[in-house]
């Protein structure tokens, strides 16, 4: 399942790159989700009350509304692995903190991260770019952008899949990881989605629940 926000961020993309065919059919996605999403329409209730100055019907719907925001925030926990599929390329990533590299005396704490990335569509892909954001506990953004992954621009064909392992520094105990891979599909560039993780100093080995654990050397 796709977070709408990432449907989001792929449509701006596919609107800036002028392929409207992909961004026609994300809009038509966000456009029935939004739809039948029951904070958009309380959103919607709420709006229009006010609007007609129904203010104790508006009082209802406001707390209805955070009810809902806050259920679904402590829901929606960010993890220290992630696993989205965008056009039909699977991203699988998760991170652990590494002692051996971390000086906690000089606050660099560093996280290893690793991908697993599944080419599920019908048409060979090559990974042509990253970009990859870091923001550590106190708001501090840090952008990594570069040519493929890994030192390369590998090639996938349908059905098979490609790996590779990385580290970043942080200054604080824990952070957040995401960001996208720009695949070249023929004359198409398309997105693929690395959903947002958690990089926590408490973890120390990968999650277990991650299929592709361990990596081969």
């Known amino acids: 399942f796709v977070p709408t926000e990432f449907l989001k961020s792929a449509l701006k993309k596919a609107v800036d790159n002028e392929n409207y065919d992909l961004a026609s059919q994300l809009n038509k996605e966000i456009g029935l989700r939004e739809k039948d999403d029951p904070i958009v329409q309380l959103k919607a209730k709420l709006q229009q009350a006010?609007?007609?100055e129904c203010f104790m019907d508006a009082v209802i719907l406001r707390n209805q509304l955070n009810l809902r925001l806050s259920k679904d925030e402590?829901?929606?926990?960010?993890?220290?692995?992630s696993n989205v599929t965008t056009n039909g390329i699977r991203?699988?990533?998760?991170?652990?903190?590494s002692s051996e590299f971390s000086k906690p005396k000089q606050n660099q704490h560093v996280f290893m991260y690793r991908l697993r990335i599944i080419n599920q569509s019908d048409q060979t892909i090559q990974i042509?770019?990253?970009k990859f954001v870091f923001t550590d506990s106190v708001g501090f953004v840090m952008h990594m952008e570069g040519s493929g992954v890994g030192g390369d621009q590998p090639v996938i064909h349908p059905g098979q899949e490609f790996k590779f392992s990385g580290m970043y520094p942080l200054q604080t105990l824990q952070g957040y990881l995401e960001g996208e891979l720009v695949c070249?599909?023929?004359?198409?560039?398309?997105?693929?989605?690395?959903?947002?993780?958690?990089?926590?100093?408490q973890v120390y080995h990968w999650p277990e629940?991650?299929?592709?654990?361990?990596?081969?050397?």
Do not use: H
């Open 74 to 81: 402590s829901s929606n926990e960010v993890r220290c692995s």
């Open 209 to 217: 629940d991650i299929v592709f654990i361990p990596f081969d050397n």
């Open 128 to 130: 042509t770019k990253r």
């Open 50 to 52: 006010i609007q007609d």
């Open 184 to 201: 070249q599909t023929g004359d198409a560039s398309v997105p693929a989605i690395m959903g947002k993780l958690k990089l926590d100093s």
């Open 91 to 97: 991203v699988m990533v998760d991170s652990a903190y």
